[in-house]
């Protein structure tokens, strides 16, 4: 089956520091990627995805490419803000048996990060 | 993206009783989903919630503890039945395939319902 794994949180940086946050996967064919985030007391917001290997997703400065030869989409951004504080999900998302695009989500556990001035 | 809102947004409930939730959406979507944040963990999707028919339900959750509704394109409904402590959680929908064929292979989430059973 379907499942993601992310590295384990929580991660605690400084303002202007980089980050990176680990993600693999496990699937059949080719699923679409994606990181959502999650702001302290509210709901999961689309970050980025990436819908075939290679593919680079990117928005708000964060990063995550594609890479099948290694299941993995890693989330990065080059210099962290407070504002980044949050909970940051993996997920992929497989077609279903039709081969539609619409497709269940799994999600990876969640890594927390928080970071500081 | 569609705009999607969820009511109510929080609620202390005691157990034994039941609690509906309502998703609203702005435009026409194709499909609809509920899923469960316990506290301190990830998204585990609930059902599909189908159009004019019966949800799907996921491994480990059932139609008697979680009815839902779907009666047209843009509002679904999640009851919660027969509520215990361990219902409590955040309750989300999400939503794909916006009209004009937008958004087919990305899911957006309303803001969560957070539920208190006592």
């Known amino acids: 089956g379907n499942s993601v794994t992310q590295m384990e949180g929580p991660v605690t940086l400084s303002e202007e520091a980089f980050l990176t946050i680990n993600c693999t996967y496990t699937a059949t064919g080719y699923p679409s990627l994606f990181w959502y985030v999650q702001y302290p007391g509210e709901g999961l917001q689309l970050l980025l995805k990436a819908t075939k290997a290679d593919d680079k997703g990117s928005n708000k400065g964060f990063e995550a490419t594609y890479r099948k030869e290694t299941t993995s989409f890693h989330l990065e951004k080059g210099s962290v803000q407070v504002s980044d504080s949050a909970v940051y999900f993996c997920a992929l998302m497989h077609p279903n048996a039709g081969g539609t695009s619409y497709g269940k989500l799994t999600f990876g556990q969640g890594t927390i990060l928080t970071v500081h001035p | 993206s569609a705009v999607i809102s969820q009511k109510p947004s929080r609620d202390i409930c005691q157990r034994g009783t039941s609690l509906t939730i309502q998703c609203q959406v702005d435009?026409?979507?194709?499909?609809m989903f509920w899923y469960r944040q316990q506290p301190g963990q990830s998204l585990t999707l609930i059902a599909t919630?189908?159009?004019?028919?019966?949800?799907?339900?996921e491994s480990g959750f059932v139609i008697d503890k979680f009815p839902i509704s779907r009666p047209n394109l843009t509002f679904s409904t999640l009851t919660v039945s027969n509520m215990s402590p361990e219902d409590s959680s955040i309750y989300l929908c999400?939503?794909?395939?916006?009209?004009?064929?937008?958004?087919?292979?990305?899911?957006?989430f309303g803001p969560g319902t957070r539920l208190t059973v006592l």
């Open positions: 919630a189908n159009q004019g028919s019966e949800a799907t339900y």
């Open positions: 435009s026409q979507v194709t499909m």
């Open positions: 999400s939503v794909q395939g916006l009209a004009g064929g937008r958004g087919t292979d990305t899911q957006y």
